[in-house]
């Protein structure tokens, strides 16, 4: 191991005398960063191997070369099994490339003392790097021969001599004679650990004598297993890398969706990995639809599409969104998040404009030439003003604002293409919105969007609009608020959301069964918050009012928790969260919380929204202060957080029985790959 590490870190060395150009400090030049990930270059090992591809998903390549110092690198190659990647015949591979080094005002950008990049804002490099350093990149490449490639990149410094290092990566091979999957149709329970699923099912089900009286729709898919859920830093994962590693086979870095890690401080012009939208867009002219009740430039449903290292940049995200649907497939469009559709003409932070736009320049996007030529994508603006609803509309988009103009849109047609935008940020989750439909509408109407369709409803109206292209489609339905719930650990609106979010999951297979050639999964991003189903309340619900402290002296165990009864309401909720010995909830990486065990009156305040409500406590550190009984955590903060625990996945229809056993959320990509390409038996 130890004589692997120094051989490769020798290499400069080695290639440098074979040349005959010695450098004075021939261990000084190397290549900090090779791109895709190895641990062949990591490492010295050749495996695991880190990065995996389809045969033909393109992929960018990327080093980053830190030269001897007084030198600059001129010129760059890449190899891949010896070859240079480059094609005399193809004018494209010159444009596809670039080093980027840093230009900003040397006062700025590199220390005087150290003579190492600052990473000030303004400049091109992130902090810390030798000042000459270059990061060389050559865009959308891509290998269909499947096997372990090697992958090997040249710099030239502008000496002569060379700095070199390998990597390697993989091309994941497709066996074909199945039956294909035309669509897909992927489920994302954000943040849906097995606890929660349990929850849900208790909670709509109910237990008599130990067995569950019916099942939730994705307790009814026949296959499944368990997922690790790690991105490429951490065992935990954010749903940024949660999300684009089911759908792009690779890891990414937590924040980052589309995207491998780099160097360079422009959150736009990372390393791009294809999503399985662009891939089988560009194979099969499949359609993309992405439907969720989060702000659509959440994290989650904008690593279907968008390719940024930084999962904030709210407006360039949702600009991408339109201005890439020709490489996506993008049709359809449902969830929160209007307030980065609506122009900000004096691109203002404060006061927060009347309109709900939170539209800035500092997180728009405008791509480098090399993004633009090898992938086809649109450069971007930095334009704030833009009016993003009536640019979806002018390509084609129907547009609905909330329930009653979405069900309008289907009034004797189906839209080809469909927008839907029901709130500022974040919809409401479904225990306020039910509310609101029973009658109750004081917390959507604080929100300020009293009608604001269930995710139930969205799928029904994106899968319509989805099934009229003949090529198939992929969709993501994300329910966003479990994870958001768990994190602010109010367990009420939690357990509604994943019973929102399953009656969506019985909406995609009555159509799977209706459309066979459609595989089904329902899956998580990660686990949040270590909930546990602790037991239920030894107490009545009036008992449970009249001592909103009474903590753990309820907390009824074992034999002492029985089987919580909820009556469930002719729309699919309970009637009341408030029964006589009602479910109870633990968390195992838990911030501090006052804990009542009764429904909070007003959700806790997303700081997402422009205009949050008043009556909204601060966090859970402060909800039911004094009132309730303090519960003191283990992380650090006001929330929860995710954990690294394995979670379930479920699948149903075409291409299901390839998920099995335990694998890993890159995995997912290979199956679904699997299932849309090459088919299954
Ligand atoms: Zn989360």
Known sequence: MQSVTLARHCLTALVAVALGTAATDVMAARVSRLTPPSELFASGEAEPVIARFLPGQRFDLQATVQPDAGLAITNFAFYVDGSAVTNPANADTVARTSIVTETGPAADCIDAATGKTTGASGCRLAGGLPGNTAVVSLRAFSQFRAGVHELKVVAKQSNGTLVTALGNFEVVGVDHGGQT???????????????????????????????????????TFPYGGMVMTASLNSIVTDSAPGMQNYVSGNK??????????????????NPRVEYLSEYLHMLQGKSLGVVTTADVFDATPAANAVHTSARGNGTGIVDQFLDDRDRTGLTVLMGGGRKWFLPNASNSVSPQPANGSQRRSANDYVLPDDVVNGWDAARGELDPERDLIGDFQAAGFAYAPDKTALDAAFVGRVPSKLLGLFAYSNMNVSYDKINARRGDSTVVDAFGFPDQPMLDEMTDKALQVLSKNPNGFVAMIEGASIDKQAHLMDSDR??????????????????AERHPDTLVIVTADHECSGAAIIGASTATAA??????????????????????????????????LQIDHKLLIGYGANADRWETWMPNAFPTKDTQQPFPPAESP?????????????????????????????????AFGRGASLFHGVFDNTDV????GQAAVGGSH
């Open 181 to 219: 999957a035309k669509n897909i149709i992927i489920l994302l329970g954000d943040g849906m650990g097995a606890a929660h699923r349990t929850a849900g099912r208790i909670m709509a089900k109910g237990y008599a004598q130990g067995k569950a009286k019916g099942r939730l729709a994705m307790d």
């Open 252 to 269: 990414a870095n937590n924040n980052q969706e589309g995207v491998f890690p780099d160097d360079t401080l422009d959150a736009f012009d």
């Open 494 to 511: 939690w357990v509604l959301e994943v019973l929102e979010f399953d009656r969506a999951v019985a909406v995609a297979k009555s159509f």
């Open 543 to 576: 008992e449970l009012e009249a001592t909103p402290n009474a903590g753990k002296t309820v907390v009824g165990t074992y034999d002492a928790a029985g089987f919580p009864k909820y009556t469930i309401g002719d729309d699919g909720y309970p009637s009341t």
């Open 618 to 650: 601060a966090d859970p550190t402060v909800r039911n202060e004094d009132v309730g009984y303090l519960v003191t955590g283990q992380v650090p903060g006001d929330q929860a957080v995710h954990t690294a625990t394995d979670i379930p996945l479920s």
């Open 669 to 672: 990509f290979f199956m679904l």
